[in-house]
C-alpha cells in the first residue's frame, strides 16, 4: 500500500512539473538594416508561442535603454495560443549602429533569468536642416534662440548679463514679434531691434539677472518666455539654471573673527544594508563655535527623493547646537545607495558644507 501511495504522489509531482507553461519565440533577434534618421520610428514585432500546458503571462517587459519602448500581449496567452512584443526604436539624433535589448520575464516556474531580445540596425545621418547650417541647433518653429540654457553663478549682491542671440527663419517676408515676459528679478537690458525681427534677420536680447532680487540660495531654475506670432511655436522659454552664493568679499578681518564658525559632527550618513520599504537614519550635529548666529540659508538635496531631512532650528546661536534629523528611505530601491546634498550656511569659512549619502539597500 505504501509503495502505491508513493507512486501515485510521484505520479502527480511529475504532472504538475509538466503542467506548466512555455514560452518559445519565433526569433530573438530582428535587424532592421538600414534606416533614415529623418524617416521616424521603426517597430519589430516579436511573435511567441506557449508551447505549455498552463496560461502563459508577460510579467515584465523592460526596455535597455530610453530610446526602445515595448508594447505587449498583456492579457494570459492560452496553451498553443501566441502573443507579441512590438519593440519600437526612436532614430532620430542617433546615427550609426545600434545594438539594443528587452528583458522579458515571465509566469514559468523555471525561469531563473529574464529572455532577452535584440534589435539592431545602422542610421543614416539625415542631411542638416537650415537652421543647423545656421548655428542653430535646438527649438521648433521659425524663429530660434542660439541656446536655451543659461548656466550662471551669481552672489547675493551681484547681478549676471547675458546675450540671446536669435533669427527670424521664416522665408516669405514676414516679420516676427517677439515680446518678453519675465519674473521681477530678470530684466532686459537692451535689443538690438525693436518689437519685431524682420524675415531672415539674426538679432539679440540682452538679459540682467539680478541675484540680489531674487533672495534665494544654492540652486534654483528660472525661466523667460518670449511671446512671438511663430505658428508652430509661439511660445519659446529660455531657462536659468542658476547657483547663488553668499558674498563675503566685503567683510573685514575684524568681521571675520566675529563671524559665526559651523563646525559638523560628521559629513557622512552611512547607513548597513536595509532592506526595501524600511528607513535609516541618522542625526548630524552642527555646532557653532564662532561669535554671531549662525544660520542654516538651504538644505539641498540634490533632488534626490529618498532623502529627507528635519532640522532642530535654522539659525544657532553662539556655543550653542541643532540637530539635523536624516531620513532615508529605501522604497523600491535596490542595491548600492550614493547621494549628497549641501548645508549652505552663513559661515564665510565653510558656506557649504557636502553631507555624503552612501548604503546598501537589498531585495
Not at 545602422?122 to 521659425?142: C, D, F, S
Not at 552663513?346 to 546598501?360: H, M
Request: proline share 5%; glycine share 6%.
Amino acid at each position: 500500500m505504501k509503495k502505491l501511495v508513493l507512486s501515485l504522489t510521484m505520479i502527480v509531482a511529475v504532472l504538475c512539473a509538466m503542467a506548466q507553461p512555455k514560452i518559445e519565440f519565433e526569433k530573438k533577434t530582428h535587424e532592421f538594416g538600414d534606416v533614415h534618421e529623418e524617416g521616424g520610428k521603426i517597430t519589430a514585432r516579436f511573435t511567441f508561442k506557449n508551447i505549455g500546458t498552463e496560461d502563459l503571462i508577460l510579467t515584465n517587459v523592460k526596455p535597455g535603454c530610453g530610446c526602445t519602448a515595448a508594447n505587449y500581449t498583456r492579457e494570459a496567452i492560452a496553451p498553443g495560443a501566441t502573443g507579441y512584443i512590438d519593440a519600437t526604436y526612436d532614430p532620430w539624433g542617433r546615427p550609426g549602429n545600434f545594438n539594443k535589448n528587452i528583458k522579458v520575464s515571465t509566469n514559468e516556474p523555471d525561469q531563473t533569468a529574464p529572455y532577452i531580445i535584440f534589435i539592431k540596425g545602422n542610421v543614416i545621418k539625415r542631411p542638416p536642416t537650415k537652421y543647423e547650417l545656421a548655428g542653430y541647433k535646438a527649438g521648433k518653429g521659425e524663429l530660434r534662440a542660439k541656446e536655451y540654457n543659461v548656466r550662471i553663478e551669481v552672489t547675493n549682491k551681484s547681478a549676471h548679463y547675458d546675450t540671446i542671440r536669435l533669427r527670424n527663419f521664416w522665408e516669405d517676408g514676414r516679420a516676427m514679434s517677439i515680446q518678453t515676459e519675465l519674473p521681477a528679478y530678470i530684466q532686459e537690458a537692451g535689443r538690438s531691434f525693436g518689437q519685431e525681427l524682420r524675415a531672415g534677420e539674426e538679432g539679440y536680447i540682452v538679459f540682467k539677472y539680478d541675484g540680489t532680487a531674487r533672495n534665494t540660495w544654492g540652486r534654483t531654475r528660472d525661466k523667460i518666455i518670449l511671446n512671438t506670432n511663430d505658428t508652430i511655436e509661439p511660445k519659446k522659454y529660455i531657462y536659468y539654471d542658476v547657483n547663488i552664493r553668499e558674498d563675503f568679499s566685503q567683510m573685514s578681518q575684524k568681521d571675520m573673527e566675529k563671524a559665526p564658525k559651523a563646525e559638523f559632527s560628521k559629513v557622512v550618513f552611512k547607513f548597513d544594508t536595509i532592506a526595501q520599504q524600511t528607513l535609516a537614519t541618522d542625526v548630524i550635529t552642527i555646532k557653532n563655535t564662532g561669535k554671531t548666529p549662525l544660520i542654516i540659508r538651504k538644505i539641498e538635496t540634490s533632488g534626490v527623493p529618498a532623502l529627507s531631512y528635519k532640522a532642530s532650528t535654522m539659525t544657532i546661536e553662539p556655543n550653542q547646537s541643532a540637530d539635523l534629523e536624516l531620513t532615508f528611505k529605501a522604497q523600491s530601491r535596490r542595491g548600492r545607495q550614493n547621494a549628497s546634498f549641501d548645508i549652505i550656511t552663513n559661515c564665510p569659512s565653510n558656506p557649504i558644507q557636502t553631507i555624503k549619502v552612501e548604503g546598501f539597500i537589498k531585495q
